[in-house]
Nanobody, 111 residues
Framework: QVQLEESGGDLVQPGGSLRLSCAAS????????GRWYRQAPGKTREWVAT???????NYADSVKGRFTISRDNAKTTVYLQMNSLKTEDTAIYYC?????WGKGTLVTVSS
Protein backbone atom coordinates (compact mmCIF):
# COMPACT_ATOMS: atom_id res chain seq x y z
CA GLN A 1 0.00 0.00 0.00
CA VAL A 2 1.14 3.54 -0.73
CA GLN A 3 -0.06 6.87 0.61
CA LEU A 4 -0.88 9.51 -1.98
CA GLU A 5 -1.41 13.21 -1.35
CA GLU A 6 -2.68 15.60 -3.99
CA SER A 7 -2.13 19.35 -3.91
CA GLY A 8 -2.35 22.39 -6.14
CA GLY A 9 -6.09 22.75 -6.55
CA ASP A 10 -7.44 26.29 -6.57
CA LEU A 11 -9.98 28.70 -8.01
CA VAL A 12 -8.93 29.85 -11.49
CA GLN A 13 -10.56 31.80 -14.29
CA PRO A 14 -11.43 30.18 -17.63
CA GLY A 15 -8.36 30.08 -19.83
CA GLY A 16 -6.05 29.91 -16.86
CA SER A 17 -3.57 27.26 -15.76
CA LEU A 18 -2.90 25.11 -12.72
CA ARG A 19 -0.35 22.46 -11.83
CA LEU A 20 -1.47 19.61 -9.61
CA SER A 21 0.95 17.39 -7.70
CA CYS A 22 0.57 13.88 -6.34
CA ALA A 23 3.19 12.94 -3.77
CA ALA A 24 3.65 9.26 -2.95
CA SER A 25 5.10 7.83 0.25
CA UNK A 26 7.65 5.82 -1.77
CA UNK A 27 8.94 5.75 -5.40
CA UNK A 28 5.94 3.78 -6.61
CA UNK A 29 5.91 5.43 -10.02
CA UNK A 30 9.09 3.59 -10.99
CA UNK A 31 7.16 0.32 -11.10
CA UNK A 32 3.52 1.28 -11.54
CA UNK A 33 1.56 3.65 -13.72
CA GLY A 34 0.27 6.84 -12.17
CA ARG A 35 -3.17 8.10 -13.09
CA TRP A 36 -5.29 11.18 -12.57
CA TYR A 37 -9.06 10.97 -12.31
CA ARG A 38 -11.64 13.64 -11.63
CA GLN A 39 -15.17 13.81 -10.31
CA ALA A 40 -17.36 16.76 -11.12
CA PRO A 41 -20.40 17.67 -8.97
CA GLY A 42 -23.21 15.23 -9.62
CA LYS A 43 -21.15 13.08 -11.98
CA THR A 44 -19.24 9.82 -11.77
CA ARG A 45 -15.47 9.72 -11.46
CA GLU A 46 -13.73 9.76 -14.83
CA TRP A 47 -10.22 8.97 -15.96
CA VAL A 48 -8.11 11.95 -17.08
CA ALA A 49 -4.54 10.83 -17.80
CA THR A 50 -1.97 8.07 -17.29
CA UNK A 51 1.81 7.92 -17.22
CA UNK A 52 3.19 4.39 -17.28
CA UNK A 53 6.46 3.21 -15.80
CA UNK A 54 8.19 3.74 -19.12
CA UNK A 55 7.08 7.34 -19.21
CA UNK A 56 4.49 6.94 -21.94
CA UNK A 57 1.39 9.06 -21.50
CA ASN A 58 -2.25 8.82 -22.48
CA TYR A 59 -5.14 11.27 -22.12
CA ALA A 60 -8.89 11.46 -22.19
CA ASP A 61 -10.15 13.15 -25.34
CA SER A 62 -11.68 15.94 -23.25
CA VAL A 63 -8.26 17.10 -22.00
CA LYS A 64 -5.94 16.08 -24.85
CA GLY A 65 -3.79 19.00 -25.98
CA ARG A 66 -4.52 20.99 -22.82
CA PHE A 67 -3.28 18.78 -19.97
CA THR A 68 0.15 17.20 -19.52
CA ILE A 69 0.99 14.43 -17.07
CA SER A 70 4.59 14.02 -15.94
CA ARG A 71 6.65 12.71 -13.03
CA ASP A 72 9.82 13.65 -11.18
CA ASN A 73 13.14 11.82 -11.52
CA ALA A 74 12.78 10.30 -8.07
CA LYS A 75 9.54 8.66 -9.21
CA THR A 76 7.74 9.83 -6.07
CA THR A 77 5.63 12.60 -7.56
CA VAL A 78 3.30 12.80 -10.53
CA TYR A 79 2.13 16.13 -11.88
CA LEU A 80 -0.78 17.30 -13.97
CA GLN A 81 -0.21 20.57 -15.81
CA MET A 82 -3.58 21.97 -16.83
CA ASN A 83 -3.74 24.78 -19.39
CA SER A 84 -6.61 26.51 -21.15
CA LEU A 85 -8.92 25.52 -18.35
CA LYS A 86 -12.65 25.44 -18.98
CA THR A 87 -15.58 25.64 -16.58
CA GLU A 88 -16.28 21.98 -17.30
CA ASP A 89 -12.89 21.09 -15.83
CA THR A 90 -14.26 21.96 -12.41
CA ALA A 91 -13.94 18.82 -10.29
CA ILE A 92 -12.13 17.12 -7.48
CA TYR A 93 -8.96 15.62 -8.96
CA TYR A 94 -7.68 12.33 -7.60
CA CYS A 95 -4.36 10.54 -7.96
CA UNK A 96 -4.35 6.75 -8.36
CA UNK A 97 -1.76 4.00 -8.32
CA UNK A 98 -3.06 0.43 -8.65
CA UNK A 99 -5.69 0.23 -5.88
CA UNK A 100 -4.60 3.25 -3.87
CA TRP A 101 -6.18 6.71 -4.04
CA GLY A 102 -5.47 10.10 -2.60
CA LYS A 103 -8.12 12.26 -0.95
CA GLY A 104 -8.29 14.62 -3.90
CA THR A 105 -7.76 18.31 -4.56
CA LEU A 106 -10.49 20.70 -5.69
CA VAL A 107 -10.16 22.61 -8.94
CA THR A 108 -12.75 25.29 -9.60
CA VAL A 109 -12.81 27.09 -12.94
CA SER A 110 -15.04 30.11 -12.77
CA SER A 111 -15.12 33.77 -13.67
Amino acid sequence: QVQLEESGGDLVQPGGSLRLSCAASRPIFSVNAGRWYRQAPGKTREWVATINRGGYTNYADSVKGRFTISRDNAKTTVYLQMNSLKTEDTAIYYCNVVGDWGKGTLVTVSS
